[in-house]
Nanobody, 122 residues
Framework: QLQASGGGLVRAGGSLRLSCAASGRSFSGYAMGWFRQAPEKEHEFVAAIMWSGGRTLYTDSVKGRFTISRDDARNTVYLQMSSLKPEDTAVYYC?????????????????WGQGTLVTVSS
């Protein structure tokens, strides 16, 4: 089970930290990812991290602004979002991969949390 939290309303240029708490099984050796879906747009990959080793991937539009990290003790993955822009407004979903390797493809993620809404005002 994945439980996402931390969304909210923030002004452009502000910051938010999303959390994704994992429970029920170990995801060691697999990737954890964040995706987002803006109104009338397709599901979009945002960032991913390997649970073991910590290798990361980001979509180009968030590089340098977003940081994905994990806390092994809390079994939680975070998405620190800074310098937020109105175009970052979306429902953000965390997901856990069900196959080895680090991937941006949502088909590689078999476990999904509920979304958390991030709204960035201009």
């Amino acid at each position: 089970q994945l439980q996402a939290s931390g969304g909210g309303l923030v002004r452009a240029g502000g910051s938010l930290r999303l959390s994704c708490a994992a429970s029920g099984r170990s995801f060691s050796g697999y990737a954890m990812g964040w995706f987002r879906q803006a109104p009338e747009k397709e599901h979009e990959f945002v960032a991913a991290i390997m649970w073991s080793g910590g290798r990361t991937l980001y979509t180009d539009s968030v590089k340098g602004r977003f940081t994905i990290s994990r806390d092994d003790a809390r079994n939680t993955v975070y998405l620190q979002m800074s310098s937020l822009k109105p175009e970052d407004t979306a429902v953000y979903y965390c997901a856990a991969a069900n196959r080895p390797g680090l991937t941006t493809n949502q088909a590689g993620y078999g476990y999904w949390g509920q979304g958390t809404l991030v709204t960035v005002s201009s």
